[in-house]
């Protein structure tokens, strides 16, 4: 690691949420409904950025459900509580995941530490994971469920923010709710969606229309399509037998649409 992340320090300054640094190969993963795959999307995206030969850090950001490292079946030492707590570092708590070929810094599952947390030191938290990202060529950022400000800071601060959504009406409804509030707070957000769990291309394409018409009519702003995610019986399956997808099932479609939406971030 660099002298600059060795540094990293959460310490007390005030800055405004819109003056934060945008981490320029940040990709914040969001959703305004829990139950919709985001963090086995957040695991299998950086599986697939990471064999693209892409150097790719998975921050799991959820505000007390953190279980990226219960998905991947992993034993974590330290975790983002330790940070919070101003015991450990950014840099200090990454663990490298053999098995998905990436790093992590893991949540810390049951605790409201980010939620409550100040936004002055929310705000440095999310700048000294600006700077660790220069280490990476991309970060995931896995965020809660949700439009708390805590989500909303954090999402503001990547270069990209994938919104993901199923065709169920509550979840077309909060995915709306997360990029209305988003786009009004942070209007340079460059925000995507990606519909997940889609019995067929075909209606996925028509859940994405649905919800980009609710987003040109009343917002007046059109979120791009970044891709489709085929339901599919084996991510679960994997996900039982914490194992990644990719792993478990490589030529699965889920496998394959998650595969084709990273090439498609690499090529944009």
Aim: charged share 25%.
């Amino acid at each position: 690691m660099e002298q600059k992340q060795e540094e990293l320090k959460i310490m007390p300054r005030g800055t405004s949420p819109r003056s934060l640094r945008r981490g320029r190969n940040m990709i914040a993963v969001a959703s305004g409904k829990g139950g919709v795959g985001k963090t086995w999307f957040s695991i299998t995206l950086a599986q697939a950025l990471s064999g693209f030969r892409q150097k790719t850090l998975l921050f799991d950001g959820d505000l007390g459900l953190a279980n990226v490292d219960i998905q991947l079946g992993l034993l974590v030492k330290d975790d983002l509580g330790s940070v919070v707590a101003g015991s450990k570092t950014l840099n200090q708590v990454i663990q490298h995941c053999d098995k998905t070929r990436f790093d992590i810094i893991a949540g810390r599952s049951g605790s409201a530490g980010l939620a409550s947390m100040p936004i002055g030191r929310l705000q440095i938290l999310g700048e000294d994971l600006s700077l660790l990202a220069s280490s990476y060529d991309k970060v995931i950022l896995d965020m809660g469920a949700g439009v708390e400000k805590p989500i909303r800071i954090l999402s503001s601060m990547a270069e990209k923010i994938i919104v993901l959504c199923t065709d169920e009406p509550t979840s077309l409804t909060d995915a709306y709710a997360f990029i209305k509030i988003m786009s009004m707070q942070y209007p340079k957000s460059n925000i995507n969606v990606v519909i997940n769990q889609a019995n067929s291309l075909r209606e996925g394409q028509r859940t994405y229309d649905t919800l980009l018409k609710a987003c040109t009519n009343f917002l007046k702003i059109n979120p791009p399509l970044l891709g489709i995610i085929r339901r599919d019986a084996r991510v679960r399956d994997a996900i039982r037998n914490q194992t990644p997808l990719m792993n478990r099932y490589p030529t699965s479609e889920a496998s394959e649409d998650v595969i084709n939406i990273a090439r498609k971030l690499l090529t944009e």
